[in-house]
């Protein structure tokens, strides 16, 4: 049986008329100006506004990246979530938000690589473009990395999530903070040890959050790839994309032969971090997702190496 054809025989109002019916109105009298120059700028309002503001700008701003990496990909452009802000004085009514998007459009313009030198000069140029004492630009996205299997030699692509964030003040100069969020594997040792066979091993969550030295290079070291091992190198077994029989067999024994609680962990991939001589502070952060309780276990530190570097006080 054929099917008919539905053919509109409901007359509407034109296009116009309907607008109409919704609410629209036609353009009444325009008396104030159109040309920039002769627009009240109320943000540049100079007055006592009872405060100084900590933080003024822009947050969930997301735009295209480029990063480099010295695991493969070599070279990947993903999605940035930016965060972007000065502080504000009290004789200062406030900011001129459009001139944090128009710097990232400039930026982007000139292929925006997302490394430190780049936003140690963005930091530096939003002060001047904003004339601020300091500005601030933060940075969430996904690094993508290649992971093989430890017998097949199958790769596929893990990911962690990275956060980088440059501080500039024209005294104080540069802070550069950073962090790595890991995914890895952990087996129990209480499970381990009391049970005839087996032990209990859920996914685990390391977050490293560091200080960079000012004079970090780089372009010598890959801050993301030395976070990265700390994490995974000392957690009970890494995770991976791809895993054939002769992969499960050695990443299940391995997770038994190096058991971890979440306190382990922690101490152990902190250990890592004091050694690293271009990390200044640190607070890594774990959580175990258990996988025969309804909880999750976590464990934290926190520690600044630059108080190890302080006179011993006499006494």
Known sequence: MDKAKTIATKQLPDKAERQKLFGSVEPGPRTKPSEKSKMADLQNTKKDFLFDLDAVGIANVKHPISIASNLEPKTQTTIGTFEFSSSIEKSSKGTNMSRFTEQLQAFHQKGFVIDLK???TFAKDL??????KDAEITVRFPWFYERRGPQSDLSGMNHADIMIRVNYDTTAG??????????????????????????????????????????????ATDWKEWL???????ASARLHPVLKRPDEKMVTEQAYENPRFVEDLARLVA???????????FQVQCRNEESIHMHDAIAS???DKRQDESPQEEG
């Open 228 to 234: 990265l091992e700390a994490a995974e190198s000392n």
């Open 301 to 303: 530190i926190t520690y």
């Open 174 to 219: 540069y802070t550069m903070e950073a962090s790595l969020t890991s995914l890895i594997t952990t087996l129990c040792p209480c499970s381990k040890e009391i049970s005839e066979y087996s032990a209990h091993n859920q996914r685990g969550e390391v977050t490293m959050t560091v200080g960079l030295a000012e004079d970090f290079d780089e372009e």
């Open 127 to 132: 002060v001047e473009r904003l004339d601020q």
């Open 271 to 281: 250990a890592d971090l004091y050694e690293m001589a271009f990390v200044t502070r």
């Open 118 to 120: 780049t936003l140690k």
